[in-house]
C-alpha cells in the first residue's frame, strides 16, 4: 500500500498523462465456478490443472492487508478463504498457479501471520502453486532484514513440498518458481519489497540458468498509476499507458528487466488505481508493466483475483479481475456494494494483451525418434520420409517408401497423367511432435485431376487385413493455405478400394461407389472424416472432427476396440463418434491409396497439402501411446 505520508511516485497524479481507449474488444467472456470434478471432504473439487492445453490461468492476488489488522483485533479470513476455493474449483478457467503480491497484512504482527498462514493452508492442503512476498506493510528495509514473522511464516519453508517451488535467495525473502502450462515451463520470480545488492545478483543469476524459460516477475512496487481515484469508474484516459515507473521501480527496469529479454510481463501492487503501460527492453522488445490493487475499495477488495488467461492458440492474454467472495454470496442478501464489485469491467480491470511467444521464446524441438521406437506391438504398416531426398526435390514415379514394420506394405509412387514433375516432393516439415522430421509435399486435386500419389502393391498383406479385433490408424498432416474447397474438398490421407457394392454393401447413406474406408478431409470447413463399410453392417460407419486451420500441423488417430471407432485429433475425441457397432473394415483385398481418392473405383481426386509419418495397428492403441504422445515408444 502507499501511506497516505509517503510522497507519490513522479509528479502529482493530476499532472501526468491521463489516458484513454478501451482495452481489446477481443477479451473473452469467462465462466464463474464449474463445480465439476473430484469434490474433497471439505466440499472443494480436486485441484488438477491442464498443463498441456492451449488456454490456462495465472491468478494474481493483490494486497490483502486489510483482512488481517490483528493489532486492531480485525481478522477477516473469509474472503481470501473463498478466493482460494474459487482457485481449487475453478476448471474452467485452468488456474495453474496463484502469485500474492505482498502486504498479506496490515501491521506485520505475528498474530496477523499466524491468521495469514492458517488461510494459505488452505491452498497447500490441495497442493496448489503459489508465491508470496513481502510488502512494505509485512516487512521494513530491504531484504538483508533477518528473520520477521513473514519470513516465519511465508518463508522457503513453506514450500518444501511444493511442485513448482524452484528455490529461494539466501535471504529467503525472493524466491523462483517454475510451474509448467500451455505445454512448455514458465519461470516466476517472486521479489522482495526492497530488494538488496545481493537480491539482484541472485535474481539475474536465475533467468540466466533458464535461459529458455518465458520470465513473469511479481513485486510489490514497480509502477504506479498517474491518474487519480476521486472518481468512479476511474478516469483512466489511455489504458494502455497509464502506469509510470516510481523511483524504485526504475532500479528495478535498470538492474534486472532491462536487460533479461525473458521478461515479458511484470505485476506489482502497492499503488492504485490499476494500470499498465508496455515498454521496449534494451533487445528492442515488448516488456508488459502491470499494476493491480483493490485494497481501497469496498471491503478492502475482498482478496480480488485478477485473472491472467492466456490463449496460446489466439497469442493473446485476456485479463479480467473477479471477487469470488461476492460471487459466492447469495444474491438476495448481496449488499448493494458487493453486487457492484462482483466483476470489474472498467478498462483498467478487464483487457487483452498480445504475446509473440513463439518468436520471442521458440520452443524447444522435440528430437525425432528412430523407427524402431514406434514399431510397436501389432504393427502393420509404419511410413515415414526421412530416407528420402533434399527437400523439395520431386519424388519420382515408381519410387518406394519402405514399410518400417517389417509386414511388407511398401508404397509405390504413382502419378496422374500429363502432372507436373514436382507434384509430389520430399519435404522437410514435421509436426513438432512427429517421430520423424520429414514429410511428403502433395500438389493435387480434383479439378482438373493431377498430381502424385502412393499405392500398396498387389499382393501387400495390408490389402486382405480386415481389422476384425480392432486397429488404431494415425497420420500427421498440413493444409496449405492455397487449399480451395472447390478443387480439393474430399481428398484423401488413406483410403482403401473397392466399391461399397461389389463388397455387397447397401442400405441408409450407402453409396454403391463409395470406396470402403477413407480417411477424408471435407469440403465444409476442412473437417476430418472418416466414413468406412464394417464387417459388421450392410451400411458404413462416419466419423466427424471439426475445422482444421490451414498452415497448422494436425496429428489424427482413428480407433475402434473391436466394437466401436472414435476419431482422435490432437490425442482429443471428437464429438462426432457414432455409438454403432462397427467391427473391422470390409476388404476385396485391393491396394490402400497413400494421398489419393477413388470413387466407382477410379482415383478422383489427390491430396493437396502435406502428409508426415502414417502408422497402422492391429489393435486399439490407448491415447498416451499415439505418435504423438511422450509415450509413443511403449
Given amino acids: 500500500m502507499l501511506e497516505h505520508s509517503q510522497t507519490p511516485i513522479g509528479p502529482s497524479r493530476r499532472e501526468l ?50 483482512l488481517y489488522w490483528g493489532s486492531q483485533n480485525s481478522i477477516n479470513p473469509a474472503p481470501q478463504e473463498e478466493s482460494f476455493r474459487y482457485i481449487i474449483d475453478s476448471k474452467d478457467d485452468n488456474i495453474v498457479f496463484m ?6 497484512t496490515q501491521d506485520a504482527e505475528a498474530s496477523s501471520f499466524k491468521a495469514v498462514g492458517k488461510a494459505f493452508d488452505l491452498l497447500d492442503s490441495h497442493g496448489v502453486g503459489y508465491s508470496v512476498l513481502a510488502g512494505n506493510h509485512d516487512v521494513s528495509g530491504d531484504d538483508t532484514r533477518g528473520s520477521t514473522p513473514y519470513l516465519k511464516t511465508m518463508g522457503p519453508q513453506r514450500f518444501r513440498r511444493s511442485k513448482t517451488f524452484a528455490g529461494a535467495d539466501a535471504s529467503g525473502y525472493n524466491t523462483a518458481h517454475i510451474f509448467r502450462a500451455g505445454g512448455r515451463e514458465w519461470l516466476l520470480l517472486a521479489l522482495d519489497w526492497r530488494m538488496s545488492a545481493q537480491g539482484f545478483a541472485w535474481a539475474n543469476k536465475v533467468i540466466k540458468d533458464y535461459p529458455r524459460l518465458p520470465v513473469i516477475v511479481t513485486t510489490h512496487e514497480l509502477v504506479g498509476s498517474p491518474y487519480d481515484d476521486n472518481v468512479y469508474p476511474y478516469e483512466s484516459g489511455d489504458p494502455e499507458n497509464n502506469a509510470v515507473l516510481s523511483g524504485y521501480g526504475q532500479q528495478l527496469w535498470d538492474g534486472l528487466i532491462d536487460n533479461n529479454d525473458q521478461i515479458f510481463l511484470t505485476i506489482n501492487g502497492h499503488h492504485w488505481p490499476p494500470g499498465r503501460t508496455t515498454r521496449k527492453n534494451a533487445a528492442g522488445n515488448d516488456v508488459h508493466l502491470h499494476i493491480t ?12 483475483l485478477r485473472l491472467y488467461h492466456f490463449d496460446l492458440a489466439r497469442n493473446v492474454i485476456d485479463v479480467e479481475t ?19 464489485h462482483l466483476r ?5 480491470d478487464q483487457f487483452s494483451v498480445p504475446l509473440d511467444l513463439e518468436r520471442r521464446f521458440p520452443a524447444a524441438v522435440r528430437p525425432a525418434r528412430p523407427a524402431g521406437e514406434l514399431v510397436v506391438r501389432g504393427t502393420l504398416a509404419y511410413w515415414r520420409f526421412d530416407n528420402g531426398g533434399v527437400s523439395g526435390s520431386p519424388v519420382r514415379p515408381g519410387q518406394t517408401v519402405r514399410d518400417l514394420s517389417g509386414c511388407g506394405n511398401d508404397l509405390t509412387v504413382a502419378a496422374v ?12 516439415h514435421h509436426h513438432p511432435d512427429q517421430p520423424a522430421h520429414a514429410a511428403l509435399r502433395f500438389e493435387g486435386g480434383r479439378d482438373p485431376l493431377r498430381g502424385a500419389y502412393l499405392t500398396t502393391g498387389a499382393d501387400a498383406p495390408l490389402n486382405a487385413e480386415t481389422f476384425n479385433r480392432g486397429y488404431t490408424i494415425e497420420a500427421f498432416l498440413k493444409i496449405p493455405l492455397d487449399w480451395d474447397p472447390t478443387d480439393n474438398a474430399w481428398m484423401s490421407v488413406l483410403t482403401r478400394r473397392g466399391r461399397a457394392d461389389d463388397a455387397g454393401k447397401s442400405g441408409k447413406n450407402t453409396d454403391p ?8 478431409i471435407s469440403n465444409n470447413g476442412r473437417e476430418p472424416q472418416f466414413n468406412f463399410y464394417p464387417l459388421s453392417q450392410t451400411s458404413p460407419t462416419t466419423n466427424w472432427g471439426h475445422g482444421l486451420f ?47 481418392h477413388e470413387y466407382g473405383g477410379v482415383v478422383d481426386n489427390v491430396f493437396h497439402g502435406w502428409i508426415g509419418d502414417v502408422r497402422i495397428v492391429n489393435r486399439a492403441l490407448p491415447v498416451d501411446q499415439f505418435m504423438n504422445a511422450d509415450k509413443s515408444g511403449q
Avoid at 470489474?344 to 483498467?348: D, E, I, R, Y
Avoid at 461407389?513 to 477424408?520: E, I, V, Y
Avoid at 462426432?576 to 489419393?596: E, Q
Fill in 17 to 66: 498523462l491521463r489516458s484513454a481507449a478501451v482495452a481489446g474488444a477481443g477479451a473473452a467472456t469467462f465462466g464463474l465456478l464449474s463445480g465439476s470434478g473430484t469434490v474433497n471432504a471439505d466440499g472443494t473439487s480436486r485441484w488438477e490443472p491442464d498443463p498441456a492445453g492451449p488456454q490456462f490461468t495465472l491468478a494474481i492476488m493483490p494486497d490483502t492487508q486489510f
Fill in 513 to 520: 461407389r463409395d470406396p470402403l474406408a477413407g480417411l477424408n
Fill in 550 to 596: 490451414e498452415e497448422v500441423w494436425w496429428h489424427v488417430a482413428i480407433v475402434n476396440d473391436g466394437k466401436r471407432t472414435i476419431m482422435y485429433v490432437e490425442g482429443s475425441p471428437v464429438i462426432d463418434n457414432p455409438s454403432t457397432l462397427s467391427v473391422g473394415i470390409a476388404s476385396l483385398g485391393l491396394p490402400w491409396l497413400f494421398g489419393g
Fill in 417 to 428: 497423367a500429363g502432372s507436373a514433375a514436382d507434384a509430389l516432393t520430399w519435404s522437410s
Fill in 322 to 340: 473477479v471477487a469470488p467472495y461476492f460471487l459466492a454470496q447469495d444474491p438476495e442478501r448481496r449488499s448493494p456494494l458487493a453486487a457492484q
Fill in 99 to 104: 502469485a500474492h503480491l505482498g502486504d498479506l
Fill in 293 to 304: 490493487n483493490y485494497q481501497n475499495r469496498y471491503f478492502g477488495g475482498a482478496a480480488m
Fill in 344 to 348: 470489474l469491467t472498467t478498462p483498467v
